[in-house]
């Protein structure tokens, strides 16, 4: 596959650049995060999940991040660096209706989004992982996010905050 080829050129180039120049990541902070979205996997939403990457700085500020939905058809992904001034993607829009809606889990939300989305006349879209929520939002096909569940979203979430940082807002 050529983008396969491609990605591993570029990392072979990356690695080459990290070995001459090994004091400027020394302290960046890696969080992978292989599967976003493991219920929907478990569960057969192969097409909710990601793989999401994310790169902090020793401040703890996100500095890179990719997100990449390989089960989806076609793979679709997002990659900022915001060090290199560097946005790009490639979003599966097939079939992509615009949508006023609040992306959640496909579970249980808070009563404070069952108020919300009936005061507001938002939609309730089940999206998945919170990787795959956040290429929904780049394509428009949800208006809103609110993650109100109790976890360690900047674990949890690894690439899409990234992304979100850099290319949402």
């Known amino acids: 596959m050529p983008i396969i080829e491609k990605a591993r050129d570029d990392m072979q180039e990356l690695v080459k650049e990290i070995s001459q120049n090994t004091a ?21 939403k192969g097409e909710q999940c990601s793989v999401c990457v994310s790169f902090a700085d020793s401040g703890a500020r996100a500095v890179a991040g990719v997100i990449y939905c390989p089960l989806t058809n076609p793979s ?48 309730r879209i089940l999206s998945g992982g919170a990787g795959n929520k956040m290429l929904m939002l780049i394509k428009g096909r949800g208006t809103t996010y609110i993650h109100d569940q109790a976890v360690i979203f900047y674990v949890d979430g690894a690439g899409d905050i990234a992304v979100w940082l850099f290319f949402v807002l």
């Open 76 to 123: 679709m992904w997002a990659a900022v660096p915001k060090s290199e001034a560097y946005i790009d993607s490639v979003l599966n829009e097939a079939g992509a209706e615009k949508n006023k809606g609040l992306l959640t889990t496909n579970t249980s939300v808070s009563p404070f989004l069952v108020v919300l989305m009936d005061e507001l006349k938002l939609d």
């Open 24 to 44: 400027l990541y020394r302290t960046l902070i890696l969080f992978i995060n292989p599967i976003d979205g493991t219920r929907e996997f478990v569960n057969g």
